[in-house]
């Protein structure tokens, strides 16, 4: 081929031209599919961050929502500084853990980080508002949040824990709405939210060996001892290698001289109550036999054992208005179903040993799915949101129903007996409020070395028609019945004398 | 007379005859009117952000009154000088500066400040200078060039300038922000890359209107790919390579993309041959990579453009914050005055008023605002390129092609930076960007597509055979001039 004469060589300039111009059409065209994917599919998640400025910026100028317990007590306020810019007060410090803070230099926690957007009316609740928001007066709506929590009821909880460490929940078993989410040590929110003090108080709660900062009752997790033995027992009566009739010839031997599993030695103390008897599961649960539970555990499995647990919660982060621990009863990887490595851990995480870990809410709403006839309650804490669009109210919502109707009233005769019956009451000293039939469980949850052990109580009442589910936790606080137990009984009557409307 | 109104009566001392220019006139009208209701919106914003209801004031009337005056001073002097230049460019413009006063107006004033003579001016002033500067030389060039010879016949003294301008700069340049681009005379400093892509132009368009036919015909064969000749090629590469050596020196690589970008573009307008673009973008990918592997400063600006948000508070906070304006514009924009938010006392973008004015005006204008900007920058292109492909020889009509195109790909590559597009780099958005050299070189190219647009000027020179030694040296002797309408069109 001649190199000359060739059609492109004969191409005027203007065509030339024109191509170049179509191409920079195209090169405009993908800007504008640029500022499209910016403007408008990552608009909303990049604006609404608490990293853009404009939110920083609405959270200097504009108060913040007001927080209510469900009294109406405002619970979160706000006050303005020198500079005329606007600063959280919190009403009691008992309420830190729920609540967190928001301070202009050490962001946000607890319900004021999760509600960030609300609170400070940066949320986008419809688009065609959004989109129309530079024509309004005033483009920030905060949003006012209306809470579940009874004040009374959360310092009465964080009066009760006194010096120890720990947590109480209560919830009220037929919505899921906490009325108590109190956690020990707690700290002064008021003082890291206002400027003058921030600082100081921020460095002071960060170096406080007892970690005030951590929300226990939600963030916590901890060993359950014998509050455990009632998953065990839901789980092998749904499964069906349980009844309330089961017994264990063996169990009388073995808590004299030790039940043997796979070469290890599990013991028990309580033998000389029943002396001998061969108890069924309510009697078991009464006295709060680890020989039973630890057999109950091992007949039903771990795949039963396992399933249970799921259902109730465990494993997961809890649906929750607040970032949840996950619970556990084992670490897994082990052969047995359910991972469990062996029979020995099987048997010992039955009756709330061995690697069984969780939080004060899941073994609360463990109480409330029985109180409820086994039907699980999303725990809440946020009841309604309003602002100047109007109030939405957040309904309560199930979780399923985590065991039969049947069975269920089983684990309630079983409980009922933990705290009323001629033994129980040994194990669950003033538990019982008086006049109004109670259940629940204590728990001692041996921790290995010289410290005391935790001590545990989740329960309820009445029993017939529940209204309120408590769980207690007192870190080192040693037997369940001797300090978990009357705090939860006193706080459970508190309940009845101010807060039970039918 | 009353009849024609396009024949009003010659002016009698110089024999011009004025003509009406109706479609510039309505077009301005247009401008005039988009600008004051975006000043009375911005003085509606400051009124309630100050806690008062609304007025229908206007935030600057004084600088917006001198800026829609000298622009139709602009017009009102062509009309009297009777040119036929494009009527499109002037107000289209117009509009992009108009935006850039705008936003200079609602930024704070002392981002820049000058004093002089013992009166401090702030950044809107400054621009408002520049501008009214801007505009009197497109309408001088519109005017007064009546001959393109001055800079057909001396591409190569231009080219030599040019670069002497930047060796200068290298040794004689003011650092700014750690990066010595300017060269200060007085009170004034000035970015000569900014001039050096108007040069660029200028010697690409002599030089390759003179070889076009030579560069279209031969080949320089290797295996599969036919080249245009080598030795003609030679002189082209050599000011391409010390342009951006000179630049990469100054670690200016918007300037760098830009120059090489335009030349790529140009040759292929020349001579069509696509060969020309792959060899171009293998160049361009061979050469990015060894930058990226050896010059710090290039491998810092791809990995944030890679992953800004590895590290949002340093190194990335520019581009992140960037974004985030883009997001909270969304489809309409907060609203002239009403984006921006301040976060003890600073701007949410660092260097917004020259790097980032895209972003503030997608935070600002919104989507819509933005598609708007871009169908100005693509109303610009149009004409300029129109007007290449109607000049009257290859050198007006490279020459009107290379300078729409360092509008338009100079544009693209901030906006697509901004946008996350492409990696940032840090060039003005013409017409809008704050800052004298800018508007200033970008007055020059305005000003030289009007004054090319006008069938009334001198009619080009009639093509010369080959001349100059690489033909002697290394080609055969030229077939002349193949392209374009050789034919004048004077009247």
């Not at chain 2, 060969?275 to 600006?301: C, E, K, N, P």
């Not at chain 2, 800052?435 to 020059?444: D, F, I, P």
Request: glycine share 12%.
């Amino acid at each position: 081929m001649t190199a000359v004469g060739r059609g492109t060589a004969r191409r005027p300039i203007s065509a030339n031209v024109a191509q170049v111009g179509a191409a920079l059409v195209v090169a405009f065209g993908v800007i504008a599919a640029g500022a499209g994917y910016w403007q408008l599919v990552r608009s909303a998640d990049l604006s609404s961050s608490p990293d853009d400025p404009a939110v920083i910026a609405a959270a200097r100028d504009t108060p913040r929502g007001l927080i209510e317990d469900r009294h109406g007590t405002v619970l979160a306020s706000n006050k303005k500084d020198a500079d005329g810019e606007p600063y959280r007060v919190y009403k009691d410090k008992s309420m830190s853990p729920v609540i967190g803070y928001a301070s202009r230099y050490y962001g946000t926690a607890g319900l004021e980080r999760a509600y960030n957007a609300q609170l400070s009316g940066i949320a986008r609740s419809d688009p065609l508002a959004e989109a129309l928001r530079k024509f309004q007066a005033t483009p920030y709506d905060p949003q006012n949040l209306t809470l579940s929590i009874s004040l009374p009821l959360q310092k009465a909880a964080l009066a009760g824990l006194g010096s120890d460490r720990g947590a109480v929940v209560m919830l009220d078993p037929r919505t899921g709405q906490v009325l108590a989410l109190a956690s020990n040590p707690t700290f002064d929110a008021s003082a890291i939210a206002d400027p003058a003090t921030a600082q100081e108080a921020w460095t002071a709660v960060n170096a406080d060996p007892a970690q005030p900062l951590l929300p226990r009752a939600t963030l916590g997790t901890y060993v359950p001892g014998s509050v455990l033995k009632i998953v065990t027992a839901m789980g092998g009566l749904d499964s069906g290698a349980l009844t309330a009739a089961t017994k264990f010839p063996q169990q009388p031997a073995a808590e004299k001289n030790g039940l043997v599993v796979s070469g290890f030695t599990i013991k028990d103390g309580h033998h000389p109550f029943t002396d001998g008897t061969v108890l069924d599961l309510p009697d078991a649960t009464e006295v709060s036999c680890n020989i039973y539970y630890a057999l109950a555990g091992l007949k039903e499995g771990g795949g039963a054992l396992d399933s249970m647990a799921r259902r109730l919660g465990f494993y997961a982060p809890l649906p929750f208005d607040l970032p949840t621990a996950t619970s556990q009863l084992t670490n897994g990887g082990g052969p047995l179903p359910g991972g469990f490595l062996d029979d020995v851990e099987l048997a010992n995480a039955a009756y709330g040993q061995g690697e069984t870990l969780v939080t004060p809410l899941q073994m609360a709403l463990v109480a409330s799915t029985v109180a409820n006839g086994g039907l699980l309650m999303k725990p809440q804490l946020v009841t309604a949101i309003s602002g100047r669009s109007g109030t939405t109210t957040i309904a309560s919502q199930s979780m399923g129903q985590v065991l039969s109707a049947a069975d269920d009233a089983v684990v309630k005769q079983a409980m009922m007996q933990a705290v009323e019956g001629k033994y129980g009451r040994l194990f669950t000293t003033g538990a019982a409020v008086p006049g109004i039939p109670t259940a629940g469980k204590s728990g001692t949850a041996q921790l290995g070395g010289t410290g005391e052990p935790h001590s545990w109580f989740i329960g309820f009442a009445p029993v017939d028609h529940p209204q309120i589910a408590i769980a207690v936790l007192v870190e080192h606080g040693g037997r369940g019945g001797s300090r978990a137990s009357p705090l939860a009984g006193q706080l459970m009557k508190l309940f009845f004398d101010t807060e039970a409307t039918s | 007379m009353t009849v024609r109104p396009a024949a009003l009566p010659p002016i009698p001392f110089t024999g011009i005859r004025p003509r009406l220019r109706r479609r510039e006139s309505v077009l301005i009208a247009l401008v005039a009117i988009a600008l004051v209701a975006g000043d009375i919106s911005l003085s509606a914003t400051h009124e309630i952000a100050a806690g008062g209801p609304p007025t229908l004031g206007i935030a600057d009337p004084g600088g917006l009154a001198i800026y829609l005056a000298v622009l139709l001073g602009v017009h009102l002097a062509q009309v009297l000088a009777g040119r036929r230049t494009d009527q499109v460019l002037l107000p289209a413009v117009g509009m992009l500066g108009g935006i850039g006063l705008l936003l200079m107006e609602r930024l704070p004033q002392d981002l820049v400040t000058q004093t002089i003579g013992g009166r401090t001016f702030g950044l809107a002033e400054i621009q408002l200078a520049w501008l009214v500067l801007a505009l009197v030389i497109i309408g001088t060039l519109a005017i007064v060039v009546r001959s393109d010879s001055w800079l057909r016949l001396y591409k190569y003294t231009w080219a030599v300038a040019g670069i002497g301008l930047l060796i200068l700069t290298v040794l004689f340049g003011v650092e700014v922000n750690g990066v010595r681009l300017s060269l200060r005379l007085g009170p004034i400093t000035g970015q000569p890359s900014e001039l050096l892509k108007v040069i660029l132009v200028v010697f690409l368009a002599g030089y390759l209107s003179e070889n076009r036919s030579l560069l279209i015909e031969q080949d320089t064969r290797i295996g599969p790919l036919r080249l245009p000749p080598l030795p003609y090629l030679a002189p082209m590469l050599a000011m391409w390579a010390v342009a951006l050596l000179v630049v990469i020196v100054q670690q200016d690589l918007g300037a760098a993309l830009l120059f090489f970008l335009v030349f790529l573009l140009l040759v292929y307008i020349a001579t069509g041959r696509r060969s020309t673009l792959v060899i171009g973008l293998l160049l361009f990918v061979v050469g990015g990579l060894l930058l990226y592997a050896t010059i710090a400063h290039v491998r810092t600006r791809v990995d944030i453009w890679l992953d800004p948000f590895s590290d949002p508070a340093g190194a990335g906070y520019q581009v992140i914050q960037a974004l985030h304006a883009f997001a909270r514009g969304g489809l309409v924009g907060t609203g002239l005055g009403a984006g921006l938010p301040v976060v003890s006392g600073r701007l949410p973008i660092p260097e917004i008023q020259t790097d980032f004015p895209f972003a503030a005006l997608g935070e600002e204008l919104g989507l819509a605002g933005i598609l708007a900007i871009l169908g100005l920058y693509l109303v610009v292109i149009e004409r300029g390129l129109r007007i290449a492909a109607a000049a009257a020889d290859d050198f007006r009509a490279l020459l009107a092609a290379g300078l729409s195109l360092v509008v338009g790909v100079q544009a693209f590559i901030i906006a697509a930076g901004n946008l996350k597009l492409i990696p940032l780099t840090g060039i003005t958005l013409p017409f809008i960007s704050y800052g004298g050299s800018s508007l200033l070189a970008n007055a020059l190219v305005v000003g030289l597509l009007l004054a090319i647009s006008d069938r009334g000027v001198e009619s080009p020179p009639p093509p010369r055979p080959a001349r100059r030694s690489p033909r002697r040296l290394f080609g055969r002797p030229g077939r002349g001039s193949s392209g374009g309408a050789a034919a004048g069109r004077a009247p």
